[in-house]
């Protein structure tokens, strides 16, 4: 299993950005995905998840009406858009495998002026 995040880049508060997770190894179609952060000098915390046939959507209250998870199954991708981004959401986001078993390395999101 092998999850790639990509997209995270310093951005101005309420710029936006797409972060994407490309998935290899296992059959992505099959399986829930989610996106999970770590702030700086916090623990983890779930930011979205999404079942395999994209039905069902969740988020924390703290991203909710701001980011939008989405996938494609057909190029195995998961993406997070993030849209009126804040300070406080400056964290590294990873994807992980609906299992929790397997995550990506993470892409760092800095919200800056």
């Known amino acids: 299993v092998q999850l790639v995040e990509s997209g995270g880049e310093l951005v101005q508060p309420v710029g936006s950005l797409r972060l994407s997770c490309a998935a290899s190894?296992?059959?992505?179609?099959?399986?829930?995905m989610t996106w999970v952060l770590h702030a700086p000098g916090k623990g983890l915390d779930w930011v979205s998840s999404i079942s395999s046939e994209s039905s069902v959507t969740n988020y924390a209250d703290s991203v909710k009406g701001r980011f939008t998870i989405s996938r494609d199954n057909a190029k195995n991708r998961l993406y997070l858009q993030m849209n009126c981004l804040r300070p406080d959401d400056t964290a590294v986001y990873y994807c992980a495998h609906g299992s929790g078993d397997y995550w990506g390395n993470g892409t760092l999101v800095t919200v800056s002026s």
């Open positions: 190894g296992f059959s992505f179609s099959t399986y829930s």
